[in-house]
């Protein structure tokens, strides 16, 4: 069987929340996923962190796959942190690229970003993100974010950036048992 795709490109493939294994040790986590579903929008940002290998990305992707089949959202957008500051510095370079950047990520109706703590100390982009996040949280819509840390312990952040994690749901994610 041939492929026409570059076979040098991961092609990801989630099955949604369905193939994600909570485990007793995280009903926490699965009780936060399920309100978000119920009341897209009104838990945000959702905060989840953990350990390296406990689950974070799969579940993150887990949870886009069924925004955009569930509730059918189209506009929803998963990253990680340093793709956030990779397109954002790309966008300071470019006559139009920063209102572009703008529009593209504050008009979303699920943002999601891995591994936050990777803008730690990073003001200019932590400041553009703090901005995007309040404008998202304003109407309504869906932002998820994970780290490995609680959002106490990524002071780098900044005051701003910091409360606002801390005023969402925020959960562990904990080695799933056997």
Avoid at 32 to 40: D, G, I, M, R
Avoid at 148 to 177: H, Q, V, W
Wanted: hydrophobic share 40%; with cysteine.
């Amino acid at each position: 069987q041939s492929n026409s795709q570059d076979s040098t490109k991961p092609i990801k493939r989630s099955r949604g929340l369905k193939s994600f294994w909570f485990g007793e040790e995280n009903r926490l986590a699965e009780a936060s996923v399920a309100q978000l579903f119920e009341q897209p929008g009104q838990f945000t940002p959702f905060f989840v962190y953990g350990p390296t290998g406990s689950g974070k990305t799969h579940l993150l992707e887990a949870i886009v796959t069924d925004f955009r089949n569930r509730l059918r959202c189209k506009r929803c957008v998963m990253m990680s942190a340093e793709q956030f500051t990779s397109l954002f510095v790309a966008s300071l370079r470019g006559g139009d690229g920063l209102p572009m950047f703008r529009r593209k990520y504050r008009e979303l109706d699920l943002l999601v970003i891995d591994d936050i703590q990777f803008l730690a100390g990073k003001r200019a982009t932590v400041s553009e993100f703090y901005h995007t996040l309040e404008i998202l949280v304003r109407g309504g819509k869906q932002v998820v974010l994970s780290a490995d840390r609680p959002a106490i312990e990524l002071g780098l952040l900044g005051g701003d950036l910091g409360n606002s994690l801390s005023a969402g749901l925020s959960c562990p994610l904990r080695y799933p048992g056997l």
